[in-house]
């Protein structure tokens, strides 16, 4: 995995004179496929009791984060790799739409 931590994910993009607007939408939508794909891996590491009890917790939309911490020790990290990977996807998407474009 590179590490894609400290770039600007517009940038490598070339997304930098998209207004500020659709920056935001973007997020918007780059947070919600972090949080699917973290929600992911996360369902792993439960058990199926913890499963019903994090679906309850979704429901009512509050305590989730501390009762993942309180069974995910490396939540963090598992939340950082997650952005990381979505960055590398990302940029590596891009990266081969624009050689298929090149004659």
């Known amino acids: 995995m590179g590490n894609f931590s400290n770039i600007d994910l517009f940038?490598?993009?070339?997304?930098?004179?998209?207004?500020?607007?659709?920056?935001?939408?973007?997020?918007?939508?780059m947070t919600e496929l972090v949080e699917r794909r973290l929600m992911v891996r996360v369902l792993g590491f439960l058990s199926d009791k913890e499963k019903e009890?994090?679906?309850?917790?979704?429901?009512?939309?509050?305590?989730?984060?501390?009762?993942?911490?309180a069974r995910i020790p490396n939540l963090e990290a598992?939340?950082?790799?997650t952005v990381e990977n979505l960055k590398e996807d990302l940029v590596g998407l891009k990266t081969a739409l624009l050689e298929k474009k090149a004659p």
């Open 11 to 29: 940038s490598a993009l070339d997304l930098d004179d998209l207004p500020e607007e659709k920056k935001k939408e973007l997020v918007e939508k």
């Open 78 to 81: 598992l939340t950082l790799e």
């Open 53 to 69: 009890e994090l679906d309850a917790l979704l429901e009512k939309n509050e305590g989730v984060h501390e009762f993942l911490k």
